[in-house]
């Protein structure tokens, strides 16, 4: 099976399909943010050009850290992050903040971080479910007309959210959990497909861990002389053409393992014998 390698995100953003999701470069040491710093530049030398990035990763650390590793940022590189959560001291440590203000504020800290004049994928990393929907994305609309960002994404939403999002203003991106193994969101999947918006799975190379279900993943694996983590990402890649799956590692081998995902051709009967694998019970 082919599948195309390109996709266009709100119609005139040509990235390639397999990305990189940067949440995992969380570095502690000097020598764990050298890593970080060079498994960055390696996606881009690798030809990645999607990184997934949000305020939440580190509080803005890791929005600093990508514009140390990459700016200035070579032509055609699409840096996307999210707003829409905020770090408090109680609780469970962050809050939803969904109000315009917020939304402004934590825009510009992203500009700010990313060395950037405007932002080409702006997501919501949750909807606030305090403040009205048509607020929310009327308040990244206002942003998209003055300029600060281009397109506008969501994250973890409903086909209902989806829906209302869509009347308020133009959506080019959803990012929700998604994989080989969990496909809860298929519906959302579905609606994505039928308007022509990049669906970003998250959690994208879950493979299974034991049983039946990892047995043949395993099985394709070897068939293909690919690894069960290419096996997932490459499913993805033929299920969907509006698929671009962020896969994210701390790790230069990791990173290549994952790249190299794109590479993989699924035959007819590989894809469909892994279809059928969520009939399967987890552990059967």
Not at 136 to 150: H, P, S, T, V
Not at 207 to 213: D, E, L, N, Q
Request: proline share 6%; glycine share 8%.
């Amino acid at each position: 099976m082919t599948a195309p390698t390109t996709f266009r995100i709100g119609g005139d953003l040509e990235v390639r399909r397999l990305g990189f999701g940067a949440m995992r470069l969380r570095p502690e040491t000097a020598r764990e943010r050298a890593e970080c710093l060079a498994v960055a530049r390696r996606a881009v030398e690798l030809g990645v050009t999607l990184i997934d990035t949000a305020h939440l990763y580190g509080w803005g650390a890791n929005e600093d850290l990508l514009a140390e590793a990459l700016h200035p940022y070579p032509e055609g590189l699409l840096i996307a992050t999210k707003v829409g959560i905020r770090r408090t001291t109680s609780g469970e440590g962050w809050r939803h903040a969904g109000a315009p203000a917020d939304l402004r504020a934590q825009v510009d800290e992203a500009l700010l971080r990313l060395r950037l004049d405007h932002i080409e994928l702006l997501q919501m990393h949750r909807l606030d479910p305090d403040v009205p929907l048509p607020e929310q994305l009327g308040a990244l609309r206002d942003l998209r007309d003055e300029g600060k960002i281009a397109h506008i994404g969501l994250s973890e939403v409903t086909v209902a959210e989806l829906t209302e999002a869509r009347a308020v203003v133009d959506i080019a991106s959803v990012q929700n959990r998604y994989n080989l193994l969990d496909r809860e969101y298929e519906p959302v999947l579905t609606a994505c497909e039928e308007a022509g918006i990049a669906f970003l799975p998250w959690r994208p190379a879950a493979a299974g861990t034991s049983g039946a279900r990892s047995a043949r993943i395993a099985a394709i694996a070897k068939e293909l002389d690919a690894t069960p983590t290419q096996v997932a990402l490459a499913w993805l890649l033929a299920h969907s053409p509006v698929i671009l799956p962020i896969p994210g590692t701390a790790s230069t081998a990791h990173l290549e393992e994952n790249v190299g995902a794109d590479t993989v051709r699924l035959t007819r009967d590989q894809y469909d014998r892994l279809n059928r694998l969520t009939s399967l019970p987890a552990d059967g």
